[in-house]
T-cell receptor, first 116, second 115 residues
């Protein structure tokens, strides 16, 4: 079964509203979680790295005020897309790192966001 | 800067045929290379990873990949395709010196398997 769970798997929201995507590590404590975005027919792009209890580190070109990341506990990180626009429609996927087994990474199932 | 190029966005093979998915990388430091598979409506799963221990890496589901420094390649192969292998495959390189976290992905190759 999945060790990293994302919710919701699909969400449709109206333009201008905010939507939150959760990423949970089910069987382990994740000190570090990563958020990726996948554009149609393109590769996964790292958006930000979040560490529990501290501010996320955003990749160049990613608006930190638009994509709010909170890593409040060792098992939960959230990505909030604020004031969503149609161009934010995408596939968002998270991964979580465990220190066991040489820093293994597990990916979530991903979340499809459609902004209408 | 590191980068990954996957040749062929779509590969179609017959069941039982050889699978070859190409990946070339660019890296200024010894790379750590990964292949992931994504089945429809599922998350990414790690197939295999190269961390300099051995150039031929065996992964799950009968897949293997060979690191060739002279060719800057890390092609994924499987001797005999199965219908269940139909999925999207991503090659990735890490610039964390081993950690899989900060991965740079290729654009992916969709594998179709014909009966």
């Amino acid at each position: 079964g999945a060790v990293v769970s994302q919710h919701p798997s699909r969400v449709i929201c109206k333009s201008g509203t905010s939507v939150k995507i959760e990423c949970r590590s089910l069987d382990f404590q994740a000190t570090t979680m990563f958020w990726y975005r996948q554009f149609p027919k393109k590769s996964l792009m790292l958006m930000a790295t979040s560490n529990e209890g501290s501010k996320a580190t955003y990749e160049q070109g990613v608006e930190k005020d638009k994509f709010l990341i909170n890593h409040a506990s060792l098992t939960l990180s959230t990505l909030t897309v604020t004031s969503a626009h149609p161009e934010d429609s995408s596939f968002y996927i998270c991964s979580a790192a465990t220190a066991e087994g040489g820093n293994t990474i597990y990916f979530g199932e991903g979340s499809w966001l459609t902004v209408v | 800067a590191q980068s990954v190029t996957q040749l062929g966005s779509h590969v179609s093979v017959s069941e039982g045929a050889l699978v070859l998915l190409r990946c070339n990388y660019s890296s200024s430091v010894p790379p750590y290379l990964f292949w992931y598979v994504q089945y429809p409506n599922q998350g990414l799963q790690l197939l295999l990873k190269y961390t300099s221990a051995a150039t031929l890496v065996k992964g799950i589901n009968g897949f293997e990949a060979e690191f060739k420094k002279s060719e800057t390649s890390f092609h994924l192969t499987k001797p005999s395709a199965h219908m269940s292998d139909a999925a999207e495959y991503f090659c990735a390189v890490s610039d964390y010196g081993g950690s899989q976290g900060n991965l740079i992905f290729g654009k992916g190759t969709k594998l179709s398997v014909k009966p």
